[in-house]
């Protein structure tokens, strides 16, 4: 799932796919990205000036992560330059509140396609974090 991810990823904020796959195998080294049963937030830092972006992964089958005893059926990757800290707090923040929803499991498995996860998304009742 990794090389996966990093293949997407590397295209997308312009940074090596490899190193990409490295700093993700690193971080989950340190420590796991797995925060509830059945949700990981991999995250790495890049190279660079204004990048950020985040995938979000859904998997019915699960992914196995090392030393968890449930699959993962939900992920958000983050991949920000250090610049773009601010930003990737508040997505972070939002991503808490989105995935703390009591149905938000129950939906995001039910989806039938990508508007529909889309929509549980961009639709999910957060609080909005003003610009300071």
């Known amino acids: 799932m990794l090389k996966m991810l990093s293949a ?5 904020v312009g940074v090596d796919e490899k190193t990409l796959f490295d700093l993700f195998v ?3 080294r340190q420590t796991s990205t797995v925060i509830a049963p ?7 830092i890049v190279q660079g000036i204004q990048k ?3 995938l979000l992964v859904r998997c ?6 090392p030393e968890t ?9 983050l991949v920000g330059s250090s610049q773009e800290r601010n930003f990737y707090l508040r997505a972070l923040a939002a991503i808490a509140q989105i995935a703390q929803d009591k149905d938000f499991d129950k939906n995001w498995l039910g989806a039938r ?3 529909e996860l889309r929509d ?4 999910a009742e957060r609080k909005r974090i003003g610009i300071i």
Request: net charge neutral.
């Open 52 to 54: 950020f972006d985040i």
């Open 38 to 44: 059945g949700l990981a937030i991999p995250h790495v």
């Open 8 to 12: 997407v990823l590397s295209q997308r």
């Open 113 to 115: 396609n990508i508007e």
């Open 60 to 65: 019915k089958k699960g992914i196995v992560f």
């Open 69 to 77: 005893s449930q699959p993962v059926h939900t992920m958000f990757v």
């Open 26 to 28: 690193e971080r989950e």
């Open 120 to 123: 549980i998304i961009l639709l």
